[in-house]
């Protein structure tokens, strides 16, 4: 497969800027055929059985984002190469031209490689449907096509830097002790408590109660979720039933949400393969204000849906990515640095980790939807040299003087 950089065409001036700007996505309703083909591929995703397609049903997020991937792709091949016909997901077994345009993505674009070692592997899927519209490929050719965009997946994964060294974000900033990071979110949840007990309930008191309880909810009483998993949970308020969930079509799901004191995430990234995520919080900090937040605190910011977390507006927050830069800001006003929820997984996992028994770092990989293999290969930025540190115990132990 080629890897030369394809320049636009000279006689497309506003193909260049489309091209030097990304905007390259098709309309929706434009390319009738095109929609059909992306229908088809989402019912060969998610159906339970298809024999044509390897592995499990996709999750609908998977789903979407491999769809986001033709989109972008047929809409490059035709600013870039100036086809005019009809888009299709065929263009996917031009191996030259998915060269090209993942040369661009990564010289012009600068995409980090781990997005287009993704991109690789979403469009490999995309073949694989594609040969399910074509009976009549050669199956070799097919097979090679596949290897070539594999091969190419693994050289962008090499390309990868290698997990931090604790000791290096701790110089840069970029990250805080466990102790240190629950002390001062306890200690402004507490100060929190006390004021709604003894001072007027307002709509500044109200927006405190509100970081404070997402604050104890993610660092103190429980590992960080993911913030796409906390963004949609929902607080029943007082004398009120949950209404049906909107995330899917199960008609007695409640979604994620609180019963009493018990956080219940039915909808997560690993919810297709494991039981829901629930966290019991009775007695803790979190229970408490989530107390103040349901009783009073929601009437406070204005707000009658039923989401628990809340803009400063009132509103629900309109996407993962508003809602995940939410807290790392609440979090530099207690004079800690600017935590990601990613980070904070990571020091909380890493914290952990230090003194757990492997039994209860089990529990916190159910606790927070993950796997032992994730937390030891990825979330643990220590493993690696703690298992060198014990290598060498072991071999100096071993050593006859």
Excluded at 66 to 87: F, L, M, N, Q
Excluded at 139 to 154: G, Q
Excluded at 168 to 175: C, M, N, T, V
């Amino acid at each position: 497969m080629s890897s030369v950089v394809h320049q636009p065409p000279s006689s497309l001036p506003a193909a260049a800027s489309l091209l030097s700007t990304g905007h390259y996505a098709l309309p929706v309703r434009q390319h009738v055929l095109f929609e059909e083909q992306l229908r088809l591929f989402r019912a060969w995703s998610q159906s339970s059985i298809e024999l044509s397609r390897s592995g499990p049903s996709l999750a609908h997020a998977t789903v979407e984002n491999t769809v986001r991937v033709a989109r972008c792709y047929c809409g490059w091949v035709i600013i870039a190469v100036g086809k005019i016909e009809e888009p299709s997901l065929r263009w996917f077994l031009d191996g030259r031209i998915f060269a090209r345009y993942m040369s661009w993505s990564c010289d012009i674009r600068k995409k980090k490689p781990s997005s287009l070692a993704w991109e690789v592997n979403s469009s490999i899927r995309l073949v694989d449907f594609v040969s399910t519209l074509e009976p009549g490929l050669v199956r070799s050719d097919l097979e090679s096509l596949k290897h070539s965009m594999r091969r190419m997946a693994s050289q962008f994964l090499a390309l990868c830097p290698l997990a931090p060294c604790v000791s290096d974000l701790e110089a840069s900033g970029k990250w805080v002790d466990l102790k240190r990071l629950q002390c001062a979110v306890r200690a402004e949840a507490e100060a929190v408590l006390h004021s709604a007990g003894s001072e007027k309930h307002g709509a500044v008191l109200a927006r405190r109660v509100h970081d404070s309880l997402l604050a104890c909810m993610a660092i103190v009483d429980s590992a960080p979720q993911r913030p796409g998993c906390l963004r949609v949970v929902r607080a029943a308020l007082p004398k009120r039933v949950l209404s049906r969930c909107c995330l899917c079509s199960a008609p007695l799901c409640l979604g994620n949400r609180f019963e009493g004191d018990t956080l219940i995430l039915v909808h997560s990234k690993t919810s297709r393969h494991r039981e829901p995520i629930r966290v019991d919080f009775a007695g803790t900090l979190t229970a408490r204000l989530l107390t103040h937040h349901v009783t009073w605190g929601r009437a406070a910011l204005a707000n009658s849906t039923e989401s628990l977390w809340l803009t400063s507006r009132g509103d629900p927050f309109a996407s993962d990515v508003s809602f995940a830069a939410y807290l790392p800001r609440k979090l530099e006003c207690l004079g800690l640095p600017r935590l990601t929820f990613t980070t904070l997984r990571h020091i909380a996992i890493v914290g952990v980790s230090e003194w757990s028994t492997s039994d209860e770092l089990e529990g916190m990989a159910n606790a927070i939807g993950t796997s032992m293999k994730k937390i030891k290969e990825v979330y643990d930025y220590r493993q690696r040299q703690r298992s060198t540190e014990r290598f060498l115990n072991a071999y100096r132990a071993s050593t006859i003087i």
